[in-house]
């Protein structure tokens, strides 16, 4: 079956732009998870979306930083007024369960690199 | 602090010759463990877990994992390295009362024909 999407691939802002990120994750998972890869800082937790509970939003680097996720699929992640040390890729992953389950599988998309000049 | 730290952001190997990547973990309590891979320009790409069931875990494309709890170590193995291995690869933890995933630094792997 399909796998985590992840759109767009590339993405070049200007400074003080706004961007949004989007993400579909395998259908029936009822997990969500955005992370930050960058050269500086590695792979770093944003948030995780668990059915309808309240995300856990802890790491979230600014509140520039924001994400939604409409109908227990679709996810999307907003920066406002872009900086230049928000350049990086932007990885989505789904799990079947979440909630608890530490052991589920995380299924990561494909990534979006985006590019702040 | 509940941590995961890799051993060496680069190892480089021959080709036929032994992978070994180190995986050390930082907590009271054991974590689930998970060793990902990633080609260039992919995303990440699940090699094998410990979920507490087995100490030994065999993954995909011949790799395996020992967890030993007196070490905090989960070293990821394979016993001859191809051409194809050559990527990067990531160990990661989820700790106890959380659902996210903790990384390592990577380690980038080199294959040496």
């Known amino acids: ?117 | 602090a509940q941590s995961v730290t890799q051993l060496g952001s680069h190892v480089s190997v021959s080709e036929g010759a032994l992978v070994l990547l180190r995986c050390n973990y930082s907590s009271s309590v054991p974590p689930y463990l998970f060793w990902y891979v990633q080609y260039p320009n992919q995303g990440l790409q699940l090699l094998l877990k410990y979920t507490s069931a087995a100490t030994l875990v065999k993954g995909i494309n011949g790799f395996e994992a020992e967890f030993k709890k007196s070490e905090t170590s989960f070293h990821l193995t394979k016993p001859s390295a191809h051409m194809s291995d050559a990527a990067e690869y990531f160990c990661a933890a989820t700790f106890q009362g959380a659902q996210k995933l903790v990384f390592g630094q990577g380690t980038r792997l080199t294959i040496n024909p």
């Open chain 1, 1 to 117: 079956g399909a796998g985590v999407s992840q759109s767009p691939s590339n993405k070049v802002t200007e400074k003080g732009k706004d961007v949004e990120l989007r993400c579909d994750p395998i259908s029936g998972h009822t997990a969500l998870y955005w992370y930050r890869q960058s050269l500086g800082q590695g792979l770093e937790f944003l948030i995780y979306f668990q059915g309808n509970s309240a995300p856990d939003k802890s790491g979230l680097p600014s509140d520039r930083f924001s994400a939604e996720r409409t109908g227990g699929s679709v996810s999307t992640l907003t920066i406002q007024r872009t900086q230049q040390e928000d350049s990086a890729v932007y990885l989505c992953a789904s799990s079947l369960l979440g909630g608890g389950a530490r052991a589920d599988t995380q299924y990561f998309g494909p990534g979006t690199r985006l590019t702040v000049l």
